[in-house]
């Protein structure tokens, strides 16, 4: 009879304790961006080491606060953030004054509510006609 009350004992408790791990989810998946707080303000993503990679953005809403994962593309332009994606039109020619050519381009879309210009304008310049040259002497050593 004792046999039988021990193994009943052991039962309810790990009847509780699986209650309780699944209350603890549950509270764990309320505190997510998909909770009641309707609106989080998120922060850039921050790099864990040097200038790109895996790093962690920081949202807040209202007293809340959650660090999610994240990553910065290391060939991100860093004159209008990672989180500003804009479609750009074709190169300009390039300028022979200042040795750069222009492009624009308009925002397509602001991730986590960043704050993005409507266009921008981005310079690089210009690169030699070396592509030329170099098929040209390719071509000579054929002969």
Known sequence: MQHRG??????????????????????????????????????????????????????????????????????????FGADCKYKFENWGACDGGTGTKVRQGTLKKARYNAQCQETIRVTKPCTPKTKAKAKAKKGKGKD
């Open 6 to 79: 021990f193994l009943l004992l052991t039962l309810l408790a790990l009847l509780a304790l699986t209650s309780a791990v699944a209350k603890k989810k549950d509270k764990v998946k309320k505190g997510g961006p998909g909770s009641e707080c309707a609106e989080w303000a998120w922060g850039p993503c921050t790099p864990s080491s040097k200038d790109c990679g895996v790093g962690f953005r920081e949202g807040t809403c209202g007293a809340q606060t959650q660090r999610i994962r994240c990553r910065v593309p290391c060939n991100w332009k860093k004159e």
